[in-house]
């Protein structure tokens, strides 16, 4: 253990004391992998130095290495790709390429957001969107999105990046849906700010590892209606306002913060409730890692024609496990294998391809995707 200087701190160091704001509320806690965004977080709060754990090799040089093997899918025992090499080299060079865009535009939302929240200012959406609409390449709508977060879990905990991602989601499914570009700009908006009152309520709260009291979990959910407080007198688009109001709703009557039924629920917001809860499960939280992209179909299954609105779910889900065909994935049973076929009747159960083995999911009940490879 030993005491850095910030601007010595490197992605991949684990941060060895909890570290708290000048207003004594605590940023990141002891045992955190440092990242981009916390580095950001911590050099915005006048941190000038903090204790890291050296018993933990996470040297930068060695964080790089094995970020670039994952990317090839050189650390999975008994996965071979089927790419030549020096297409597995290109999809390296994207991915990177890709994480570094991603970074950029996290740290923009965030300085955005923050000078709103802090100094009050006007807000800039059609800047901010275009700084995140960008990270969908030049065909503008994403189609590799789902995809592409993979390879963001580090960020998956924070607020900002939670935000970004449901702006990335709800603009594909808006395109799915057949939307003019204005209003898929518009659901990007709607999913960017959907979360903004999360911003009012402890970080020790929102990072516990644990299981919250029945108080925290009553202050969390106070997140809509101070998110909407935040938002109701800026001139922006009344649905990103009721957005952020209503997206724990469902079109059941059965979510917060007024059971509303589905024909009083802002059309952009039941947009934002499907791709929030998406990310939300398939994203590493504090107390628990991610879920895969396949068990989270399978709980829409179940739920979804009930909770969410039908046809923006079955668009969802269909789309959604067609972007994964062709993926490596790894089964519970440790098996490597591809998804090469979707099963319409259990989208969240495909067959999968180990080796010379078909392994058809929907009647292998004992079997499951345990998650999606970041390979190739």
């Known amino acids: 253990m ?7 701190l490197r992605p991949g160091m684990i941060i060895a004391e909890d570290i708290y704001a000048p207003n004594g509320q605590l940023i990141i806690a002891k045992g955190t992998k440092l990242t981009d965004a916390t580095l950001e977080q911590l050099s915005r709060n006048a941190v000038l130095s903090s204790r890291i754990d050296d018993s933990v090799k996470t040297a930068a040089a060695s964080s790089q290495k094995r970020e670039e093997d994952i990317y090839k899918g050189d650390d999975i025992p008994g996965f071979t790709s089927n790419l030549p090499e020096n297409l597995r080299e290109a999809r390296a060079k994207q991915i990177k390429e890709q994480k570094k865009s991603y970074t950029e535009g996290l740290n923009f939302f965030q300085i955005s957001i923050n000078n709103l ?35 963001m879990q580090e960020y998956d905990s924070d607020v900002y990046a939670h935000s970004v991602n449901v702006s990335l989601l709800c603009n594909m499914l808006a395109h799915w849906l057949g939307y003019s570009e204005e209003d898929c700009r518009l659901a990007a908006a709607c999913g960017m700010f959907h979360d903004i009152g999360k911003l009012t309520i402890p970080e020790e709260i929102l990072q516990k590892p644990g299981p919250l009291t029945p108080e925290e979990k009553e ?3 106070t997140h809509t209606e101070k998110g909407y407080q935040m938002l109701k007198d800026h001139p922006i688009h009344e649905s990103i306002k009721l957005s952020a ?9 059965t979510g917060y913060p007024y059971k509303l039924p589905g024909d009083q629920i802002d059309p952009y917001a039941k947009l934002v409730t499907i791709c929030n809860i998406y990310d939300a499960m398939t994203s590493n939280r504090p107390y628990r890692k991610a879920i ?16 969410f609105d039908t046809r923006s ?4 889900l269909e789309n959604t496990i067609n972007t994964y065909l062709n993926c490596p994935v790894r089964l519970s049973n440790g098996m490597i294998g591809y998804v090469v076929f979707i099963n319409r009747r259990k989208l969240g159960r495909p067959t999968v391809q180990c080796g010379t083995e078909f392994i058809d999911l929907a009647k292998r009940e004992d079997l499951r995707i345990m998650e999606l490879l970041p390979a190739i």
């Open 2 to 8: 030993r005491r850095v200087n910030t601007d010595q």
């Open 117 to 151: 929240v802090v100094k009050n200012t006007d807000m800039d959406v059609d800047t901010i969107i275009d700084q995140t609409l960008a990270l969908l390449g030049s065909n503008g709508k994403g189609t590799n999105i789902l995809q592409m977060l993979v390879f």
């Open 219 to 221: 202050l969390v959910n």
């Open 245 to 253: 109001l209503l997206h724990h709703e469902n079109c059941d009557g």
């Open 292 to 307: 895969s992209p396949f068990d989270v179909i399978d709980y829409f299954e179940k739920k979804g024609l009930q909770k």
């Open 313 to 316: 779910i079955l668009l969802f």
